[in-house]
């Protein structure tokens, strides 16, 4: 069955750029032109409350690399990737120390397809030891769920930890899936505000001659700092870069700059002032050339999906 967003018990957090998405889905088709010049300008409109200076420090962790489900121009590449999950002692380390560096105001589990993780329990674990009352989330595509035993949906209910399904136009139980969440009083939300019926492309551009500030403060993602192995970056998408140069033989440059070792800043000021700029690596992200519209579909690995 097709789940639509919105739909029964499942929450969706209310944002400005999710609430114009929404609208703008139903009013304008989102191949046109006209969509995208609205589209821009509500991240743009949106990018000064979203990108200021946070108080307390708020990620995404980076668990698994690669995915179960393979999209096409996926955002984390993770369909180049042959599996690669976190060290749980790795994630342990860097948990502990940014909690020592400051309050944990949010964190989410995510990947790839963070389900995929071989010891999920124990993240979860780990997570809530250390963050005691930070809000902690595991996003998932939901192709997994069904499959995760009583005692993975009692972890996320002991450990508080809400499970958030990005709405991709795939087959789901969500009826089961929101019986399970019942059951074990577990929250579950949609992850976008939006459907995931059509993909957005922001092309990644070779020359790396585009302004940094410019695409940051157009880009949608730029309040996604993410951390995996003692790297916080300010989104996935520097992090990921690896596996694409892997795979295609490419040099998208990730220098000092586009991330802070979190075991060597002096304090979480530090990090939130890092956090919501721009870097080097932004200059390769063709925000002009973006493309909105784009059907979801499974990859053919073509360079073009991201290029
Ligand atoms: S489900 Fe998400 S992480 Fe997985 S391939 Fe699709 S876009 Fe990428
Ligand atoms: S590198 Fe900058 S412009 Fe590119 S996706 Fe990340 S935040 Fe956006």
């Known amino acids: 069955m097709l789940y639509k967003m919105g739909e029964k018990k499942i929450y969706v957090r209310k944002t400005f750029l999710g609430n114009c998405r929404r609208l703008l889905e139903k009013i304008v088709p989102q191949t046109t032109d006209l969509y995208k010049w609205l589209y821009l300008n509500a991240v743009r409109f949106s990018s000064k409350k979203r990108n200021e200076r946070k108080k307390y420090l708020s990620f995404k962790y980076h668990t698994v690399d690669g995915c179960n489900l393979n999209c096409s121009g996926c955002s984390t590449f993770s369909p180049l990737v042959d599996n690669s ?16 560096l ?9 990947g790839g397809e963070a389900l995929l993780h071989p010891n999920i329990l124990e993240l979860i674990e780990i ?32 450990n508080k930890i809400g499970i958030k399904i990005t709405p991709y136009p795939i087959k789901l139980d969500i009826d089961k899936i929101l019986e399970f969440a019942e059951k074990y009083d577990v929250n579950l939300g949609y992850y976008y505000g939006g459907s995931k019926i059509h993909f957005c492309k922001y092309p990644l551009n070779m020359d790396g001659r585009g302004d940094m500030n410019k695409n940051f403060n157009r880009c949608d993602s730029s309040c996604c ?46 990090l939130l002032d890092f956090m919501c700029k721009a870097t080097p690596f932004c200059r390769y992200c063709d925000l002009d050339k973006s493309k909105f519209g784009i059907p979801w579909g499974i990859t053919k690995k073509e360079i073009g999906e991201w290029i």
């Open 85 to 100: 999950f976190v060290d749980a002692k790795s994630f342990e380390n860097d948990i502990k120390h940014i909690t020592k």
């Open 127 to 158: 997570s809530r030891k250390y963050i005691e009352k930070g809000e902690l989330s595991l996003v998932t595509n939901g192709i997994l769920l069904l499959k995760k035993d009583e005692k993975f949906w009692e972890s996320c209910r002991k």
């Open 225 to 270: 700092a993410t951390l995996r192995d003692g790297k916080m970056y300010i989104c996935c998408r520097t992090y990921s870069v690896k596996f694409f140069n892997e795979y295609y033989g490419q040099e998208f440059k990730v220098l000092e700059k586009d991330y802070k070792d979190i075991y060597a800043v002096k304090d979480a000021d530090e």
């Open 102 to 110: 400051g309050y944990v105001e949010k964190m989410e589990l995510i």
